[in-house]
C-alpha cells in the first residue's frame, strides 16, 4: 500500500517539476580564436529595449606568448525574450505551461560599481565549437547550486 501511495505522490510530482524550466538561446553568435577562454563576464541592460545582454570577453591568453601577443575580444549575447521588472530592478522570465515567474538576473548595488547578477535559479551557458560560441539560458523555479557561468568547449 505504502508503494503504490508513494508511485502515486511521484506521479503528481514530475507534472509539476516539469514545465518549471526554460531554455533560451540567444540569436547572436560570435566567432573568436579556437582554443581560447572566457575569462569576463557580465549581465546588463540595453536602456533602450529593456533586454538582457550578456556581455563576455574571450581572450587567448592560456597559448599567448612570446611570438603570440594576448588579444582579448568581447562579444554580447542578448536575450529579447527575457522581461524586465523596473520596480524590483531585476529580469525575469515566465515558463510555457503554468506561467511560473523564474527570477534571471536582479541588480546587486555593490558600492561604487552597481550590476546586475545571475540569480540561483539561472546559469548561462557558453557554448564554444571551434571557435563559434553561442550563448544558452538555463533556468529553474528552483534554486540550484553550481557555477551561474557554465563554459562548453570541444577543442579540448
Same mark, same amino acid.
Given at each position: 500500500?505504502?508503494?503504490? #501511495?508513494?508511485?502515486?505522490?511521484?506521479?503528481?510530482?514530475?507534472?509539476?517539476? =516539469?514545465?518549471? !524550466?526554460? *531554455?533560451?538561446?540567444?540569436?547572436? %553568435?560570435? =566567432?573568436?580564436?579556437? =582554443?581560447?577562454?572566457?575569462?569576463? /563576464?557580465?549581465?546588463?541592460?540595453?536602456?533602450?529595449?529593456? &533586454?538582457?545582454?550578456?556581455? +563576455?570577453? #574571450?581572450?587567448?591568453?592560456?597559448?599567448?606568448?612570446?611570438? &603570440?601577443? %594576448?588579444?582579448? *575580444?568581447?562579444?554580447? #549575447? !542578448?536575450?529579447?525574450?527575457? /522581461? @524586465?521588472?523596473?520596480?524590483?530592478? *531585476?529580469? @525575469?522570465?515566465?515558463? !510555457?505551461?503554468?506561467? +511560473?515567474?523564474?527570477?534571471?538576473? $536582479?541588480? /546587486?548595488?555593490?558600492?561604487?560599481? $552597481?550590476? =546586475?547578477?545571475?540569480?540561483?535559479?539561472?546559469?548561462?551557458?557558453?557554448?564554444?565549437?571551434?571557435? /563559434?560560441?553561442?550563448? +544558452?539560458?538555463?533556468?529553474?523555479?528552483?534554486?540550484?547550486?553550481?557555477?551561474?557561468? +557554465?563554459?562548453?568547449?570541444?577543442?579540448?
Amino acid at each position: 500500500m505504502k508503494f503504490w #501511495f508513494g508511485l502515486a505522490l511521484l506521479g503528481l510530482a514530475i507534472p509539476n517539476a =516539469y514545465g518549471q !524550466s526554460i *531554455e533560451i538561446v540567444s540569436p547572436d %553568435r560570435a =566567432y573568436t580564436f579556437a =582554443y581560447s577562454d572566457a575569462f569576463s /563576464h557580465q549581465i546588463e541592460r540595453d536602456r533602450l529595449t529593456n &533586454e538582457m545582454i550578456a556581455r +563576455v570577453t #574571450f581572450s587567448n591568453y592560456p597559448w599567448a606568448g612570446d611570438r &603570440e601577443p %594576448r588579444r582579448d *575580444e568581447t562579444f554580447e #549575447f !542578448s536575450f529579447p525574450s527575457i /522581461h @524586465f521588472d523596473a520596480a524590483q530592478n *531585476e529580469f @525575469f522570465a515566465r515558463t !510555457s505551461r503554468r506561467r +511560473v515567474r523564474i527570477p534571471i538576473a $536582479a541588480l /546587486h548595488p555593490n558600492f561604487p560599481y $552597481a550590476g =546586475y547578477k545571475l540569480e540561483p535559479t539561472a546559469q548561462i551557458f557558453l557554448v564554444k565549437r571551434s571557435g /563559434h560560441v553561442k550563448a +544558452v539560458l538555463n533556468a529553474t523555479a528552483q534554486p540550484r547550486d553550481g557555477a551561474r557561468w +557554465v563554459q562548453i568547449d570541444d577543442n579540448w
